[in-house]
């Protein structure tokens, strides 16, 4: 065969692929109604069927089908929907951290579908201050001169650093032990080096002692940072000054002194239940810290936000950074963060925001509900123990803190239990725990009691589905 000949052979076959490739129309056709929007239906069948001319053989009309079926199922499942967490940890970074109580919601609701006052003075009738109310209680709560608030607790974070550092002295002293990585891509040094600021490290990561600080303290220094060590923890051969300390050096070098709480429980964790003490803002900001931030969606019960407490003066200069323009918050998180921080002012945050209540359950309330499901799964082709679990809190919080809890332990007969495990995921609602010693375990310190019916029905539901 010559070359043209052999050219023109790969040309008919690749006709012949192209012949093969089923029509978006045809494609569309055969779906039938699927609950997503059109366009975005159109868009994956063609993404799908474009895929298809890079492949050697195309599958039959079936198998192609089935491909764009899984992948609108892929997209159809990244929709945001509500899941019933069976994972003990309380403040859940991957679903959703801190769910709102229905005093929070409701407040949302009304925000949401009328307009308001937020940045209009209905006493005088003029442009009012943005969140000037949330602002007043906020810092009450914190025991702080002043608060406010920004997008979350890294954009805090960063309107601190940025501030702070914008003047001629570009330096952040943070000591070695607390150059940390929290949750996905959010590191200390990284962060810090996006705000223009200069990191300057002191002490070991094990020991950092005061003399170390005031060594660190030069021409370019700007200010002191601590930062919370959230999700780890030190032990052994370990020291770090008082923050007392920390606090008269600052002072005495004319240095901002800046901590980055992490999650920053306002009441006292250890009262809550068998956990450890989180370290409070007022109690921070008493032992001389200039400022602090910590996060609105973590320990505190509310919605995505960071909340910055501290002497008036800095609180005001970083309203006026350009900056925290493009951090603040929107109406919706205004008027959720407003209700929860009032919830603790009237002393109702214990009963009623419910990472506090999942925090407070007591086990005998769990094992009391775990009997009840065990019940109810009976008739199922699956072994399930009560077993006993460690709740965390998650976020970053009390790293060291276990929680005695509940878990339903699940061992189906008839499939794997990462199957099951897989099965329940894609149910409706999607149910998520955890595998550990072959058994799939749900904590029930997460899971919110009304939800303990539908709980057991995406179990039954897990075994009718014949297909995962
Ligand atoms: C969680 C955490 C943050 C980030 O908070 P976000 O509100 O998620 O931005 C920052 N610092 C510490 C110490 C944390 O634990």
């Known amino acids: 065969m010559n070359n043209q000949a052999r050219s023109n052979k790969t040309a008919g076959a690749e006709n012949q692929r192209r012949r093969d490739i089923p029509a978006v129309e045809r494609v569309l056709q055969a779906l039938g109604e699927v609950d997503l929007p059109r366009p975005a239906v159109v868009a994956i069948v063609r993404r799908e069927l474009a895929a298809l001319r890079s492949e050697k053989k195309i599958p039959e009309f079936d198998g192609v089908l089935d491909r764009i079926r899984s992948s609108l199922h892929a997209l159809r499942s990244a929709r945001i929907q509500p899941v019933i967490n069976g994972t003990g940890i309380i403040v859940h ?257 214990q009963e009623t925001i419910p990472a506090l209540t999942m925090l407070r359950a007591s086990t005998e309330e769990l094992q009391s509900r775990a009997e009840k499901i065990k019940v109810a799964l009976e008739a199922l082709p699956m072994k399930t123990v009560i077993g006993e679990g460690k709740s965390q809190i998650g976020g970053g919080t009390l790293p060291r803190s276990a929680i005695p809890s509940v878990t339903l332990d699940l061992q189906p007969l008839n499939i794997s239990v990462t199957d099951f495990a897989a099965r329940l995921r894609g149910g409706s609602p999607p149910v998520v725990g955890y595998v550990a010693a072959g058994r799939f375990k749900l904590d029930l310190r997460t899971v919110f009691p009304p939800q303990d019916e539908e709980l057991f029905r995406a179990i039954h539901s897990a075994f009718a589905t014949r297909t995962s």
């Open 93 to 349: 970074t991957n679903l959703g951290r801190s769910p709102l109580g229905p005093t929070v919601v409701e407040a949302l609701q009304t925000a949401a579908a009328s307009y308001n006052n937020l940045e209009f003075d209905l006493t005088g009738g003029e442009r009012g201050g943005r969140a000037a109310y949330l602002e007043h209680n906020l810092a009450l709560l914190c025991g702080a001169e002043a608060a406010t608030v920004a997008n979350n607790c890294a954009a805090a974070l960063l309107l601190m650093l940025r501030h702070f550092t914008s003047g001629e002295q570009k330096e952040v002293i943070i000591s070695r032990g607390e150059l940390i990585q929290i949750g996905g891509g959010f590191r200390i040094p990284e962060i810090l080096e996006a705000s223009g600021a200069k990191l300057r490290e002191v002490g070991t990561t094990n020991k950092t002692a005061l003399s170390d600080y005031s060594k660190a303290v030069g021409k370019q220094a700007a200010m002191i940072l601590k930062v919370h060590r959230s999700n780890f923890f030190m032990g052994g051969f370990v020291e770090s000054p008082a923050t007392e300390d920390i606090a008269a050096l600052a002072k005495q070098k004319r240095l901002t002194f800046v901590e980055d709480l992490g999650s920053g429980a306002v009441v006292e964790t250890e009262k809550l239940t068998d956990i450890e003490h989180e370290p409070t803002p007022a109690e921070v900001l008493k032992r001389g810290v200039d400022m602090v931030c910590f996060s609105g969606d973590k320990l505190l019960g509310g919605p995505q936000a960071g909340i910055l407490a501290g002497k008036e003066k800095l609180v005001a200069a970083l309203k006026r950074e350009p900056f925290f323009r493009a951090l603040r918050c929107d109406k919706l998180i205004l008027s959720a963060l407003e209700t929860t921080v009032d919830l603790y002012l009237t002393g109702r945050a």
